[in-house]
């Protein structure tokens, strides 16, 4: 990479980090403007484009909006949802645990959903919250709760993906594991439990294989490995098709 460009990505990304992204943006635009860029260095500064334009919408949507609004927003669109999760985490979540039980207790999108969960999560909320799951009143405590890839199920789901495909297939297993972390996430707040580990991860390996359209792949694969199919473990990926 050329030195010139290595001293300005590097001066980008030190303004991204100290959060000046309209003084970063502002340095993107004005080099993505020339009329020639080495191929490595424009790569690299249009990915930094689109996180840092990112950055600034999603500042922007947030500067519209104080915290009083954020029941509005819950019940707003998918858009404005995720715009009050967003507020959620970076204020105290529990000033507003009457709103978030609310919005949890009705038909909610699932990733919402879960986005919900998680910020109750990473700020150690000790109330009980009662939601509807999948048709079920249920209660959860948000700071008893493993964070989804951190079950033991979730482990041992992971780590026979990578026996069955790291050395022999690295690009299906990358498949796997991105719909395994949706799967868990689906599933919040429940977890998936270590006698399940296993049956996970062959459905996982099942849904990878039909979505490449090769499900005699994954019927020689259960033969191979002597797998008992999936053990009746019911993936939520086929239901939400996320």
Sequence with gaps: MDTYYKDVISEIKTLMEKKNMQEAYAVLEAELAMPYIPKDSEE????LYNEC?????LNK???????????????????EQLAAVELL???????????????LCKDVHVLIRSYLIEAMMEQHVTEEIHMCYEGMDITFLPCALDMPMDSEGAVIAAEMLHEWFENEDPSFLRMCMESLVKEAYLR????IEEDEGVFAAAAIAGYVFEANGNKSGFTAFIREKALAQ???????LYKYGI
């Design 188 to 191: 919040m707040p429940f977890a």
């Design 53 to 57: 334009r990112h950055a600034l919408e």
């Design 230 to 236: 999936t053990g009746g473990f019911e993936l939520l």
């Design 44 to 47: 690299e500064l249009i990915s």
């Design 89 to 103: 985490k970076n204020s105290n979540i529990r000033k507003h645990l009457d709103v978030v039980e609310a919005c």
């Design 61 to 79: 949507v947030q500067r519209s909006y104080d915290e009083e609004d954020i029941a509005r927003l819950l019940d707003g669109s998918f858009e």
